[in-house]
C-alpha cells in the first residue's frame, strides 16, 4: 500500500460515469479526486462521493471571471498539488481552462508526470495554425497524452511527437448491459439518452416519430435524461402518449428495463458518451455524420449500417425521417445482426476496462 503511486485526478465535475472509472482506479494507487461544482441545470445530476482506504476528494470551485466559454479557473489547484506532491496527474485537457494550462506547467517545474486526455484537434475542420502550435506546446508539455479515440490521434499527427500520444479509448461502465441474445430484432420503439440541452435534437426527435406514426408507424419514444430542455419534453410527452419521459435515471437496471423495447437509439444532434450507453444496450445508435460538430468523438466509434446508422444533413427531419423508415423496413435479421454489432463494439471498447488501461498508461 505504502508503495503505491500517488495520482492526482482533476475533473471539472463528478458524473455517475466517472465514479466506477475512480473505484477501478482506487485498486492499484492512491487517488486524489479534484473536482469542481456540477452545474445542475445543465442536467449532469448531483452524484455522492464514495468512501475508499485509496481515495481522497477535494472539491474546489470553478470561477469563470471572463464568462462561461474561456478562461475558466478550478480555484487552489495549484496550491493543492505543490502541498500534495502527486506523482502524476490525470486531468481532462480543455486548453479553455487557465487552471489547465497552470497545471501543465507547474508539473513540468516540479517534475510530476503529467497526463492530459481529451478531444485534441478532432472538432477542427482546418486548424489554424496557431491551433496547431498550441497543441504542439500541450503535448510538449505533457508526459502522454491520452486521447479519446484513434481519430482523436488521427487530428494530431500533423502536430508531431507521435510517440507521445496514446489512445485511449473513451468509454463507460454499465452494470446491466442488454446481450444480443435478449434482443429480437423486432422490437416496436425508440431510445433516446442524454443532457437535454441545446444542440441534442430531442425536438427533431419527437417530431420525426410523430411523422413515423401518422405513416403507420407505430413507434413509441422513450427519452431518458434531465436539462434545461426537460420542461419542452414534459409538455410535448403530456400532449403526445406516445412520448415517454423517464427523467434522469442513474441505477443502470432501470435504464436495461426501460430500453428493452426498444429497436434503435437515436441521438439526432451533438453527442458524446451516449453512443457508447446505446452500444452496451444493444441498440445501434442513430445520428448525423458530421463528426466534427458532435460534442465529443464517441460517434466514430459509429459504422453505418455495420453497428449504427448516420444521416445528413444535421438535424433535417426529413433526412432522419427517410433513416427511420429504411430502419423499419430492413428484414429482422439483419437488425439483429446490426444490435449484435453494436454490442460486440462496446465490448471491444470496455476490454479490458476503462480504468486498466488509464492505470496502464500511467505505469501504476
Request: aromatic share 10%; glycine share 6%; proline share 6%.
Amino acid at each position: 500500500m505504502e508503495n503505491m503511486k500517488k495520482v492526482c485526478f482533476i475533473y471539472p465535475h463528478i458524473t455517475s460515469y466517472v465514479l466506477p472509472l475512480i473505484y477501478g482506479m482506487a485498486e492499484s494507487c492512491k487517488l486524489d479526486v479534484v473536482y469542481g461544482s456540477a452545474p445542475l441545470e445543465e442536467g449532469f445530476g448531483k452524484h455522492d462521493i464514495f468512501v475508499h482506504p485509496n481515495v481522497s476528494w477535494t472539491e474546489l470551485k470553478t470561477i469563470s471571471p471572463f464568462g462561461k466559454y474561456f478562461g475558466m479557473y478550478q480555484r487552489g489547484i495549484i496550491t493543492h498539488i505543490f502541498k500534495n506532491r502527486p506523482n502524476a496527474i490525470v486531468f481532462f485537457g480543455n486548453p479553455r481552462y487557465i487552471s489547465f494550462w497552470f497545471v501543465l506547467i507547474t508539473g513540468k517545474i516540479l517534475k510530476i508526470e503529467v497526463y492530459p486526455s481529451g478531444h485534441g484537434l478532432f472538432k477542427k475542420k482546418k486548424p489554424s495554425i496557431l491551433i496547431k502550435l498550441m497543441y504542439r506546446i500541450i503535448i510538449a508539455l505533457s508526459t502522454k497524452y491520452l486521447c479519446y479515440t484513434e481519430s482523436v490521434k488521427k487530428s494530431l499527427a500533423s502536430v508531431g511527437n507521435e510517440g507521445s500520444l496514446l489512445v485511449d479509448n473513451n468509454t463507460l461502465y454499465n452494470s446491466a448491459p442488454i446481450l444480443p441474445a435478449e434482443k429480437n430484432g423486432n422490437e416496436p420503439d425508440v431510445f433516446f439518452i442524454g443532457r437535454l440541452r441545446s444542440r441534442c435534437g430531442i425536438e427533431e426527435l419527437i417530431d420525426a416519430i410523430r411523422i413515423m406514426r401518422s405513416r403507420n408507424k407505430n413507434i413509441d419514444l422513450h427519452i431518458i435524461g434531465d436539462g434545461p430542455l426537460s420542461n419542452l419534453v414534459i409538455s410535448r410527452a403530456e400532449s403526445n402518449p406516445w412520448v415517454h419521459y423517464h427523467g434522469q435515471l442513474f441505477e443502470d437496471s432501470q435504464i436495461r428495463e426501460v430500453s428493452r423495447l426498444c429497436r434503435i437509439g437515436c441521438y439526432p444532434g451533438d453527442m458524446g458518451l451516449s453512443v457508447v450507453h446505446m452500444l452496451s444496450l444493444c441498440l445501434p445508435p442513430v445520428t448525423h455524420n458530421s463528426m466534427n460538430e458532435h460534442m465529443g468523438p464517441e460517434p466514430s466509434y459509429i459504422q453505418d449500417g455495420i453497428n449504427g446508422f448516420f444521416y445528413s444533413p444535421k438535424l433535417n427531419i426529413t433526412a432522419l425521417v427517410d433513416t427511420l423508415f429504411r430502419i423499419w423496413n430492413l428484414p429482422t435479421e439483419q437488425i439483429r445482426t446490426v444490435q449484435k454489432a453494436a454490442y460486440s463494439t462496446y465490448t471491444d471498447l470496455s476490454t479490458p476496462p476503462l480504468h486498466r488501461r488509464i492505470l496502464q498508461n500511467i505505469n501504476c
